[in-house]
């Protein structure tokens, strides 16, 4: 399979822990994006990389929030302290440089904060 | 700033009809690309079609068809001959053509749930 895959693909915390996701884009797109999306709405967009390099976060990416691409190829989204509103499905995607190039979504990690 | 507006949250439609999902946007902005999303149960979201906003055709992907209307920036998606997999969440989104800071990312509207029924 050479789409994008998400790990894990469910996570359940205790509000205060931290977590960490992980995303393995298609392997020849050099950008990377992570969304978040809530119960009935559409998915929120929180960063996006190109290569290696932290283009643009969205105002939704608070300080607890840190993401990083070392190398370029695989992602890491880490929330620290966890609160109950933190509960989200995160996806990820990634695509091609260009603006008509299309994103490509990974299956995403559910986010349960008790 | 851009925004996106699904303003049917759910619609039905029954085997082999033609169903009408409706989309609206705003945005000052000349050039930019509309999607529509498609996001089956406990899967991932796939594209279903996309439109380039300087092209006056309107996009068409087997039985999936665009209503561009530019100046009323609005953009319908038509599912003609519907089928049971076609059941899913539609997401209409937004994406600025220029490679500006937050240019490559898609913006979403809230999705409509889409039931079809035998």
């Known amino acids: 399979d050479t789409g994008v895959s998400q790990d894990p693909r469910h996570k359940i915390t205790k509000r205060g822990q931290n977590v960490t996701f992980r995303c393995d884009p298609i392997?020849?797109?050099?950008?990377l994006y992570w969304y978040r999306q809530t119960l009935g709405q559409g998915p929120e967009f929180l960063t996006y990389?190109?290569?290696?390099?932290?283009?643009?976060k969205s105002r939704l990416l608070s300080d607890r929030f840190s993401a990083e691409r070392p190398k370029g190829s695989f992602s890491t989204l880490e929330i620290q302290r966890t609160e109950q509103g933190d509960s989200a499905m995160y996806l990820c995607?990634?695509?091609?440089?260009?603006?008509?190039?299309?994103?490509?979504f990974g299956p995403g990690t559910r986010l349960t904060v008790l | 700033a851009q925004t996106v507006t699904q303003s049917q949250p759910e619609m039905s439609v029954q085997e082999a009809e033609t169903v009408t999902l409706s989309c609206t946007y705003d945005?000052?902005?000349?050039?930019?690309?509309l999607f529509w999303y498609k996001q089956p149960p406990s899967r991932q979201m796939i594209l279903v079609i996309r439109?380039?906003?300087?092209?006056?055709q309107n996009a068409t992907e087997n039985r999936f068809s665009v209503n561009f209307q530019k100046a009323a920036k609005s953009f319908s998606l038509k599912i003609s001959d519907s089928q049971l997999g076609d059941a899913a969440m539609y997401f209409c989104?937004?994406?600025?053509?220029?490679?500006?800071?937050?240019?490559?990312?898609?913006?979403f509207g809230k999705g409509t749930t889409l039931s079809v029924s035998s």
């Open positions: 392997s020849e797109h050099n950008r």
């Open positions: 989104a937004y994406r600025s053509a220029w490679a500006n800071q937050a240019g490559t990312a898609l913006i």
């Open positions: 945005t000052s902005e000349s050039d930019y690309y």
């Open positions: 439109q380039e906003a300087y092209k006056q």
């Open positions: 995607a990634s695509s091609l440089r260009g603006g008509n190039n299309e994103q490509f």
């Open positions: 990389f190109q290569n290696e390099a932290q283009l643009e």
